[in-house]
């Protein structure tokens, strides 16, 4: 679920699309994209990627820099 949450545009268009009776799962349980409680986890959590990746690589930019 991470992984394609680092590609927002489709994470959202996963989420958005709902498919009939389509689970999604990652390490700490099983989410319905189709229940409003789901998409609200799946959005936070995708949010959260996104954030993990951006500071990852800003990291490694300032690395490069310094050295």
């Given amino acids: 679920m991470t ?17 009939a009776r389509c689970l999604i799962a990652d ?11 789901g998409r609200l986890l799946l959005g936070l959590k995708g949010t959260i990627s996104e954030l993990e990746l951006h500071t990852i ?3 490694l930019t300032r690395g490069l820099l310094a050295g």
């Fill in 57 to 59: 690589r800003s990291r």
């Fill in 3 to 19: 992984r394609l949450a680092r590609n927002c545009s489709d994470w959202y268009r996963c989420l958005i699309s709902r498919p």
């Fill in 27 to 37: 390490r700490d349980g099983v989410y319905d994209p189709g229940s409003a409680n």
